[in-house]
């Protein structure tokens, strides 16, 4: 009996086995796997404080005490905690939601290990939260760890993003100016005094220096050319300084390497440069080439600040208008509501009308544009490929003037391209004419289009464009044969409606100038008391014919 109840009370006291990784449910063996990897105490801590750090309703008298326990929890372990995927986010939060002085505490326990943290995959994350909330002391010394490693980062996935970050929107002109050298190669970074001055003055100094350096730039940009990184700012400006410096052989070469990947580095400002280059330099074919992948993104290119200029240069420079009519300007036509309401997208047709034309295109863009002439592989005359251009255009864009000629002529930078597609385009322009004239001849009242303030810009110029239209078809007179007799005093009464009568005894069409005279001459007392600026300007027009 005695060996019976010593059995049974060892068995009472043996303990269950532990349970294999096989037989819990997933998220016991989630929680067991975090478990038994080194800090899952902190880590479970970090994160909890962190839920509560992050949450919007906390109180300003709470939050430095939370603060204050993160740091404590933080300190010494913050380059642990960084490179994981959960606790980066807690260093980020911190980051973001402390003072000068947590900020300064991940700073100083960080600082010295910038360049392997930016190619984590998560810690990156938290470099870009000190570029952005960190003092101008604390993101320069992080710029400065990057010298001698910019090439090697910028083409690792994780560190390129953090060098566009911090090129783009944290770097000062000088720091930009440092992290691009890094390409010029060793003839450029040991000159004398070469991280003060730019590369155009050292090369104006040493001309020697040149053909090394625009050598080591392609050596560093072709394995770029078709990968990722070419999509970053930093390397289209060494791009463009290589385009700026190179001749001859190296820089076709270079232009056959990236022509079908400009495409997608033209929406910045090196970019558009460089692919503006690529045009002028480029040979028929290369242009050909370059032109065709536009597809898609003529309507984004169109409507980009820098994205246009190249529009610009390929209208300026490709020969081959059967292509960029088919390529550009037919898909240009599927958008043009869109292009017309855009500031860039309505340059781009100002120029297909009237080319350089400086009222549209300002002199800075046409100085720009000016390094392209005389190019090599540009044969027609601008003359026969601008005319060639516009009448390719033509037939759309009267299309959708004639559809939106109201629209249009109330809105003042719209009113600028209907006035210039009725001056320049090649076509049959009376059925724009016919539908502002239409509505212009709609009862007058304070909506009509002569009382706009726009509106009536638009068709006093209309008007006054019959001057250089020998063969009409003339406005006036498609305007006058839809008016009613005694319209003209009607609308001079008005000082917006004064100005547009006048322009009919200016626009150089006799019968439109006899009907006015006629309508006017018997009523010149009545409009000489109106003492409007507009009725004055009438006045002196009728008393000249007059006389």
């Not at 086995?17 to 990897?37: A, G, I, N, Q």
């Not at 479970?44 to 949450?55: V, Y």
């Not at 104006?204 to 053909?211: A, F, L």
């Not at 001057?467 to 005694?486: H, M, V, Y």
Request: hydrophobic letters at 40%.
């Amino acid at each position: 009996n005695g060996a019976a109840t010593a059995a049974a009370a060892a068995t009472a006291v043996k303990t269950e086995p532990t349970p294999k990784m096989h037989e819990l449910s997933r998220k016991d063996r989630k929680v067991k796997r975090r478990s038994e990897k080194d800090n899952s105490d902190l880590r479970d801590q970090a994160i909890k404080l962190w839920e509560k750090l992050r949450r919007h309703d906390i109180t300003d008298e709470n939050r430095p005490k939370m603060l204050a326990e993160m740091t404590a929890l933080l300190k010494g372990n913050i380059s642990k905690l960084i490179v994981k995927h959960d606790t980066a986010r807690v260093v980020e939060s911190y980051l973001k939601h402390g003072k000068a002085a947590e900020r300064d505490v991940v700073f100083k326990e960080l600082n010295g290990h910038w360049v392997k943290l930016v190619q984590s995959k998560y810690a990156k994350f938290a470099v870009k939260r000190i570029f952005k909330y960190g003092t101008r002391a604390q993101r320069a010394a992080v710029l400065k760890s990057f010298h001698g490693y910019t090439r090697h980062l910028i083409k690792n996935k994780a560190a390129a993003t953090v060098l566009e970050t911090a090129y783009v929107m944290h770097a000062n002109s000088a720091e930009r100016a440092a992290l691009v050298s890094e390409f010029y190669g060793p003839q450029y970074s040991l000159t004398k005094g070469a991280e003060t001055r730019p590369l155009n003055v050292v090369l104006e100094e040493d001309p020697s220096k040149r053909q090394p350096i625009v050598e080591h730039l392609r050596d560093s940009l072709v394995p770029l050319a078709e990968k990722q990184p070419m999509q970053h700012s930093l390397v289209h400006k060494a791009l463009l300084d290589f385009f700026t410096y190179a001749t001859g052989e190296i820089r076709s070469e270079m232009i056959e390497t990236v022509r079908e990947s400009l495409v997608h580095i033209l929406h910045t400002r090196e970019g558009a440069q460089v692919t503006m280059h690529c045009l002028w330099h480029g040979t028929a074919k290369d242009r050909k080439v370059i032109v065709k992948t536009f597809k898609s993104f003529v309507k984004k290119i169109c409507m980009e600040e820098y994205g246009h200029a190249v529009m610009l240069t390929v209208f300026d420079t490709v020969d081959d208008t059967i292509l960029v009519s088919k390529a550009l300007i037919a898909e240009m036509a599927q958008s043009f509501e869109d292009i017309f309401a855009d500031r860039f997208g309505r340059k781009v047709l100002h120029y297909l009308l009237d080319s350089r034309a400086t009222k549209q295109c300002h002199p800075t863009m046409v100085e720009l544009l000016r390094h392209g002439d005389g190019n090599a592989h540009t044969k027609k005359t601008s003359e026969v490929r601008c005319k060639e251009l516009c009448t390719a255009v033509s037939a759309p864009l009267l299309a959708q003037c004639a559809a939106n000629a109201i629209a249009m002529a109330r809105d003042k930078p719209q009113s600028q391209l209907l006035l210039a597609t009725t001056e320049h385009v090649i076509g049959d322009i009376r059925p724009v004419l016919e539908s502002v004239a239409e509505a212009t001849s709609q009862e007058f009242d304070e909506d009509h289009i002569v009382a706009d303030e726009c509106g009536h810009f638009c068709v006093k110029k209309l008007i006054l464009q019959d001057k250089n239209r020998a063969d009409g078809p003339w406005f006036s007179e498609i305007l006058l044969n839809q008016l009613s007799n005694g319209f003209a005093f009607h609308w001079s009464q008005t000082n917006r409606g004064a100005f547009v009568v006048s322009s009919m005894l200016e626009c150089g069409v006799e019968s439109s100038k006899a009907r006015i005279f006629s309508e006017l001459k018997p009523r010149l007392k009545e409009l000489r008391a109106l003492q409007t600026p507009g009725a004055k300007v009438l006045c002196k027009l009728l008393e000249k014919d007059a006389g």
